[in-house]
């Protein structure tokens, strides 16, 4: 049996000396209204996964339309939790690339890729507005249309472009080292 000894600083023995894990305080405070579907739905994917465990592994009957309201409760889950990452501005972004570039290239540099999110944000709107309009179908095991999931993507879309024009004219109006500011004080950097 290998045991795996642990430093002072918590480490675990051959572990890199610039790696530091900090215990940090967890604070709900940037929750706002329009977290609030997001976290909505996250539970009642909660509830509705656990159902349909309880009822297959433990009654051995499963409910047919869990599985179904599961996949759509996700996908619902990731276009709503979208919305709260843009307003944030806490998307993924090479962040070390603007870092590492002279001010006014970084700045150009964060100003295209918002340049780009606004522009992926809006065409897929335009898109799912589109789809929205010519599917027709329903879900298989509920009677509800399918038309009604996309169109809650698409609101969700619509608002990732909107939250994504206010980060542009922000990032347009700010100097070199407030837009290095703001990398600092995303929630991705925390």
Known sequence: MIQLGHEPDGRADGASASLKFEDQKTSIS?????????????????????????????????LAWTEEAARYLLILVCFLGSISAVRRGSHIMLEF??????????????ILAELISLGFFGALTWIGIELTQKTRQQMITMP???????????????????????????????????I????????ASD
Not at 32 to 58: E, H, K, M, N, S
Not at 97 to 110: N, S, T
Request: proline fraction near 7%.
């Open 30 to 62: 940037d929750i706002r209204w329009i977290d609030g579907p997001a976290i909505a739905v996250f539970w009642v994917l909660a509830v509705v996964v656990f159902l349909q465990f309880f009822t297959r592994y433990v009654l051995n009957d499963s």
């Open 97 to 110: 690339v603007i870092r590492k570039a002279p001010p006014l290239v970084g700045k150009g540099m964060a």
């Open 144 to 178: 509800i249309p399918k038309a009604w999931i996309y169109m809650v993507c698409v609101v969700a879309l619509g608002l990732m472009t909107l939250y994504s024009a206010i980060w542009l004219w922000r990032k347009l109006r700010s100097s070199p080292a407030e």
């Open 180 to 187: 290095v500011a703001m990398l600092d004080h995303s929630p």
